[in-house]
């Protein structure tokens, strides 16, 4: 983007992050933001704009060439729930790269019994998105699963690290692709059952190349994929990997329907 577009980035950003633009509520209308002095920028422009911060998951898409700021809920979290008391803990077996635990816990009203729980790494995973509605992705093979697919480019994040370090990092080791900058998009655990490995998902932008892959190991063949195959690789299997989905949906999601990108 030039200096006007991503100064109107920042505008809309700052906006909706100072509650200007209240979450669940629409944002004005495309017509009004382009007669906003402060913005000072075109229809088309504006629509990159809009693009991005849908993408990023600031804006949803809402209606026909409506935006909206996502986090408006009516459910509320329940109250007076008890939960379960933790009594003691003990290792199994810790390596580098796994610990596997045994935990006696107790859940209200029942008895006290000993559940294993499994350690893993912290993890980021990125979906770098290019101005042609592309995602970077890996095609690999995975010999747990024996299975070939797409995924995201992610990894372990070093102790100390920011996560969003952890992002532009392992994308460029494993593409050669570097985003000009990474939005955290959500934080979560893939098994919240039995294992404790927090996955943080970012979405990345204007990525240029600077190299081929230093981490030969983990890249395997680069390809920029058309969101609009996301849908048709989900039903043929071929996307691999928790975080590979949840990122993938995310933007999916965000732009109002599956396959179909916003107007731009």
């Known amino acids: ?77 329940p109250e007076g729930l008890e939960p379960w008391r933790i009594h003691g803990e003990r290792d199994l077996y810790d390596s580098q790269w796994v610990k596997l635990q045994l935990w006696e816990v107790e859940p209200p009203g029942v008895e006290r019994f000993e559940h294993h729980v499994v350690k893993l790494h912290h993890v980021a995973v990125t979906a770098v998105l290019d101005d042609q509605d592309r995602v ?40 050669g692709w570097r985003p000009k900058a990474v939005q955290h998009v959500v934080t979560y655990q893939p098994m919240v059952g039995m294992v404790d490995s927090p996955h943080e998902i970012f979405v990345g932008h204007g990525a240029e190349q600077v190299g081929s892959p230093t981490d030969l190991e983990e890249a395997g063949h680069i390809e920029w994929v058309p969101l609009s195959d996301i849908p048709g690789l989900m039903a043929r299997g071929e996307l691999m990997g928790s975080g590979t989905l949840v990122g993938l949906l995310h933007i999916l999601a965000s732009r109002g329907k599956p396959g179909v990108t916003t107007a731009r």
Do not use: C
Not at 141 to 165: K, M, N, S, T
């Open 136 to 175: 970077l992705m890996m095609w690999r093979y995975r010999f747990v699963p024996q299975q070939w697919g797409w995924e995201l480019p992610g990894g372990i994040v070093d102790e100390g690290e920011d996560p969003a370090d952890t992002a532009l990092r392992e994308v460029v080791e494993e593409t």
């Open 1 to 77: 983007m030039g200096p006007k577009t991503t100064k109107a980035y920042e505008t809309i950003r700052a906006r909706i992050a100072s509650g200007e633009y209240a979450p669940g509520a629409k944002i004005p209308s495309e017509r009004k933001l382009e007669e906003d002095a402060e913005l000072d920028i075109r229809r088309t422009a504006l629509r990159q704009v809009l693009t991005r911060l849908v993408s990023e998951g600031a804006l949803e898409v809402y209606g026909r060439s409506s935006y909206r700021v996502p986090g408006g809920v009516s459910v509320q979290a």
